[in-house]
């Protein structure tokens, strides 16, 4: 099994900034893409990022040229730095990693969650 736990979280106010992290633990044998999702109150998950094996990254267009995703796989862990934020970036933000052991198909792990909240 994996375990996903994520950290950074907190209350900032609007043009602040956060750095999020998420550490894989358990028995980890190949993890594909990581990233990072978030829920606002009354509406439904969305991407934020995620970063692929290779280092390849895809954000919403809502985060892009603000936030930048990183992975450090030595460590299992995946950061979300996120600059100049906005009220509209609050949310519930969810780690979530595709992992593998020796079966081909991949499966999705996600952590609790981490709230981030950016008062205007």
């Known amino acids: 099994q994996v375990q996903l736990v994520e950290s950074g979280g907190g209350l900032v106010q609007a043009g602040g900034s956060l750095r999020l992290s998420c550490v894989a633990s358990?028995?980890?044998?190949?993890?594909?893409?990581m990233g990072w999702y978030r829920q606002a109150p009354g509406k439904q998950r969305e991407l934020v990022a995620v970063?692929?094996?290779?280092?390849?990254?895809n954000y919403a267009d809502s985060v892009k040229g603000r936030f930048t995703i990183s992975r450090d796989n030595a460590k299992n862990t995946v950061y979300l730095q996120m600059n100049s934020l906005k009220p509209e970036d609050t949310a519930v933000y969810s780690c979530n990693v595709e992992h593998r052991y020796y079966s081909p198909s991949y499966t999705d792990y996600w952590g609790q969650g981490t709230q981030v909240t950016v008062s205007s």
């Open positions: 970063v692929r094996s290779g280092g390849v990254t």
């Open positions: 358990g028995t980890i044998f190949i993890i594909r893409t």
